[in-house]
């Protein structure tokens, strides 16, 4: 089956004009952000699954704009906390359509949740255990709460991202039914919900079908128990192509596959894509520094790093990188071996590790692809380094870039001791 073309907004898509005339007003390390390719992937996700509550995973980006825009979309939003339920309320987004997954709750978040919940009863808890349910419970929560199955598969792009068979995540099938049976009782059941892990491409499909299937049969067997099962939510990680070349994930296949699995239910399906909205509506901008000629490579020293992007570290993710500068250039130039390293004393800040690129050259604009999803979410001020700026491709400030009076504001001795001299960085 072909792909639609605009199923993926590829690196070689963006505007190079745009990106560096936003490089130059809003200086580098930046991530750019489109809200209407935002639209554009919501879109699609609600062709293929034109029945099912599509409920967007926060955590891979919060701004305020996105939320606002999924939502505009006719997306639910599920969230990993209760600062993402709270950006979520205030986003306007109504409690009918805030999910919040539980896992190992802090109290502070369990409190939180609890408080927002009074003023939107509508809201939803997901919870992964019975103490999750013990502690809300104590709180005086009766409201809708879905339950967490570990179905004991996964599926992911790294043995880190394979949440679906780990056992830090929800019930195992066996005490699903005694647990579900007492939820149904002391609060308003809302349905079983399991994810998989992150990624999911063509190869893994089989893998989500079978987490599928098995949230069906769970579905049916509860059913058959006398239990209604509102929703079945089957998670999210909807993979993205994040090489040049890799296919756009087919999500007609995917969603064939995924009713065809699930069978015949009494209940409504939903799902949980999180990168599938955002990966591809970001990419990160970033200037060449440091030019060092290695024996094996030639290092392209530049000013964004793990603590800008940390998936590379992180996970050995590949994010796509193209020099806008050397698009410039009258004559094209030598493909090498480049190494693009970042600013911090750790050898996994790296970009990309002897990737056939042009010979680089200091005051180069490198552009590097889908950071839209867990880019700028998983920056740190890890080195005391504030944190990068988001703007809009339209040039909105989505987040100001951090100052280093921010990242020692909250120093103890930050306020005593604070000297003017310091400078920004
Ligand atoms: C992270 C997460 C998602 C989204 O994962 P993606 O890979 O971004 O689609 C969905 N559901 C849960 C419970 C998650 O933790």
Redesign the pocket.
């Known amino acids: 089956m072909m792909v639609d073309p605009s199923a993926v907004r590829r690196l070689t898509d963006w505007n190079r004009d745009t990106l560096d005339a936003l490089a130059a007003a809003h200086g580098t390390p930046l991530y750019v952000f489109d809200p209407a390719r935002v639209r554009e992937n919501c879109r699609r996700l609600r062709a293929a699954f034109p029945d099912a509550e599509i409920q967007y ?1 926060a ?2 980006h919060t701004a305020e704009e996105t939320l606002r825009t999924v939502h505009d979309e006719g997306l639910a939003v ?1 969230c ?1 906390s209760a600062g993402e339920v709270r950006r979520a309320l205030r986003a306007g987004v109504p409690g009918s359509d805030v999910t919040y ?1 539980a896992v190992n709750p802090p109290a502070r978040d369990l409190d939180s949740v609890v408080e927002a919940w009074g003023e939107h009863p509508e809201l939803t808890i997901t919870a992964g255990a019975a103490d999750t349910v013990d502690r809300l419970a104590e709180r005086g929560f009766d409201g809708r709460l879905r339950l967490r199955v570990n179905p004991g598969v996964g599926a992911g792009h790294h043995e880190k991202v394979v ?1 679906g068979g780990h056992p830090k995540f929800g019930v195992g099938l066996d005490r699903v039914p005694g647990l579900a049976a007492r939820i149904d009782r002391e609060f308003a059941f809302a349905g079983i919900h399991a ?1 998989a892990g ?2 999911i491409s063509g190869d893994d499909l089989d893998d989500h079908r079978e987490l599928v299937r098995r949230l069906g049969d769970l579905a049916r067997e509860l059913q058959r128990d006398g239990i209604s099962v509102e929703t079945v939510d089957v ?4 993979g993205v192509p994040y090489r040049e070349d890799a296919p756009a994930l087919d999500l007609d296949t995917v969603a064939d596959a995924t009713r065809e699995a699930l069978g015949e239910i009494d209940g409504r399906l939903a799902i ?5 909205v955002v990966a591809d509506a970001g990419v990160l901008l970033t200037r060449v520094n440091t030019v060092k000629a290695a024996p094996s490579t030639v290092v392209a020293g530049v000013d964004a790093g793990m603590t800008t992007l940390l998936r590379p570290a992180m996970y050995d993710a590949y994010h796509a990188i193209r020099n806008l500068s050397s698009e410039d250039d009258p004559s094209p130039r030598e493909q090498v071996g480049v190494t693009v390293a970042g600013p911090v004393c750790e050898t996994a800040d790296l970009l990309c590790e002897n990737r056939p690129l042009s010979r680089p050259e200091c005051g180069d604009l490198l552009a590097v692809g889908n950071a839209g ?1 867990y880019g700028y979410e998983m920056a740190s001020t890890y080195n005391s380094r504030p944190r990068p700026a988001e703007v809009t491709v339209d040039g909105a400030v989505l987040r100001r870039r951090e100052t280093l009076a921010d990242v020692r504001r909250l120093d103890a001795a930050g306020d005593s001791n604070r000297r003017n001299d310091e400078g920004d960085v």
Do not use: I, N
């Open positions: 995973a955590k891979a599920e990993a997954t949440t994810h992150s990624g998670g999210g990680g909807f949980e894509p999180g990168r599938y999803a």
